[in-house]
């Protein structure tokens, strides 16, 4: 049976640079023998079902895929719906309770180790706030990302060589356990 998965692309359709229209990327990815494929709004999320690989063997194909295309290389992560569910369910913060913009998480493609982080005084930038999660990382911005002097200090230090990392807001981490879900 196959599994619904979320591929997140990173850094498309931003500042009019790296232009993926939906449609075309959806094209794509039924070209890749992907079943149900949509796509959540214009910043690079698609949900799609496969019986065949795992999630990095699926984010290569596309990424590759998209390479050729397009012309120009994108970094892709795929998770499936259990590991976007788990996300959700073990965020450390209250997101029933705040507005949507206040609440990110930052997608990894693989583990990334506290150390990383070590350097940051978290007291400074109270009442922002970080915790790590499964190959994730969840900030809380009471005032918004875009205002976010913690999220630029923890976007500094270069996560590790070929780990690739990108964001979504809250509204788009659920959305993506509904669009995966049966």
């Not at 794509?28 to 496969?50: K, N, P």
């Not at 788990?86 to 450390?92: A, L």
């Not at 964001?167 to 788009?172: I, P, S």
Request: hydrophobic share 40%; charged share 25%; proline share 4%.
């Amino acid at each position: 049976m196959a599994k619904r998965y979320a591929a997140l692309l990173r850094g498309i359709n931003v500042g009019g640079g790296r232009r993926v229209p939906m449609a075309e990327l959806r094209t794509l990815m039924e070209g890749l023998g992907h079943d149900g494929v949509r796509t959540h709004l214009q910043s690079g999320q698609a949900v799609f079902a496969s019986d065949r690989g795992d999630e990095e063997s699926l984010a290569a194909g596309l990424s590759t895929a998209i390479e050729r295309h397009f012309g120009f290389a994108v970094d892709v992560i795929v998770r499936d719906h259990a590991y976007l569910k788990g996300i959700v369910e073990d965020c450390p913060y209250p997101a029933g309770e705040l507005e949507p913009r206040q609440l990110h998480v930052t997608y990894f493609s693989a583990a990334v180790t506290p150390d990383r982080f070590a350097g940051i005084d978290r007291a400074a930038h109270l009442p922002e706030e970080f915790s790590l999660g499964d190959r994730a990382l969840y900030l809380y911005a009471p005032n918004g990302l875009g205002r976010s002097q913690l999220a630029e200090k923890l976007s500094r230090p270069r996560v590790g060589k070929g780990v690739i990392a990108t964001t979504r807001n809250w509204n788009t981490v659920t959305k993506l356990v509904e669009l995966t879900g049966d």
